[in-house]
């Protein structure tokens, strides 16, 4: 009687036999049959007669058999473009669509915690630099748009709380000055337009309370000089005109009294002399 080969993947040890043993998973049958041959880690079994590594995106951490080995899911990858014998997660700040060999890195203004099959954006307010796993809020005095990579510095004359979209616009009588969480109320004396990055002084004549959007003109019996927050009242014998920046000496034959905006002539049968407050009668 003729001995038959025992067919592919399967293997007899000993003499004499009258049937093959199968191979277990993982391993294929020898040429002479007479034992099975294994693979490794990061491998399977191909047409029960040789071994195979694992495709990309693939993966064994034990010899497989015919049916191959596992897909690497969504949010892992191999790190090895065949023969790969694990599936690791991904980091945060990458991710991976599945079947991946390396996570891929979640660009500038997006994020993303581990094991991610995507990178989310970040919203209006926020940033992030590339391979984030969060973002960050802006502080007071910048902003960011939607996926953004960093915060911009809000221009003189605007503000910006913390976590901020945009910059808003000062308001008349404020300024700021560049990368300002808030805006500041003008000093007595001084004033603004909205959008001020400072304040402007008042000019001789003129005066203004904190906040000012505008310098008042002094009235005529009054005068300032500049960067004043009110107007002086003329003293007797001195008058001034509307937005005067001092009063001006009554001269000999007029008077006036005080916070005049003239002099007056004294009457007949009277006189004065310069800076009078009033006339005296003849004798």
């Known amino acids: 009687t003729n001995c038959t080969l025992c067919e592919t993947g399967r293997y007899q040890s000993q003499w004499g036999m009258g049937t093959c043993e199968s191979c277990t998973t993982g391993k294929f049958s020898s040429d002479d049959r007479s034992y099975c041959e294994e693979c490794t880690a990061g491998q399977y079994v191909l047409d029960m007669s040789s071994c195979k590594s694992c495709e990309t995106g693939k993966y064994a951490s034990t010899p497989q058999g015919e049916s191959g080995c596992f897909d690497c899911g969504e949010g892992f990858a191999t790190g090895q473009l065949t023969g790969a014998d694990s599936c690791v997660s991904c980091d ?33 307010g926020r940033y992030s630099s590339a391979r984030s796993s969060s973002c960050t809020t802006c502080t007071g005095g910048t902003y960011a748009a939607a996926e953004s990579k960093n915060c911009s510095t809000c221009p003189g ?27 500041d109320k003008c000093e007595g004396g001084k004033w603004s337009n909205a959008s001020a990055e400072t304040c402007l002084t008042c000019t001789a004549g003129r005066y203004a309370g904190y906040g000012a959007s505008f310098c008042e003109k002094c009235e005529g019996g009054k005068a300032s000089t500049a960067e004043a927050t009110y107007c002086t009242a003329c003293g007797g014998g001195r008058f001034s005109l509307t937005e005067s920046k001092n009063c001006t000496a009554c001269r000999g034959g007029t008077y006036s009294p005080s916070t005049s905006a003239v002099c007056y002539s004294c009457d007949s049968g009277s006189y004065s002399d310069d800076e009078s407050s009033s006339c005296v009668r003849c004798d």
């Open 92 to 124: 945060g700040g990458t991710y991976s669509e599945g079947m991946a060999v390396n996570c891929s890195v979640c660009d500038g203004g997006f994020y993303s915690g581990s094991r991610a099959d995507h990178c989310d954006s970040c919203e209006a």
């Open 157 to 183: 004359g605007s503000f910006s709380y913390g976590g901020s979209e945009a910059c808003e616009t000062c308001a008349e009588g404020s300024f700021a000055v560049r990368g300002s969480s808030n805006c």
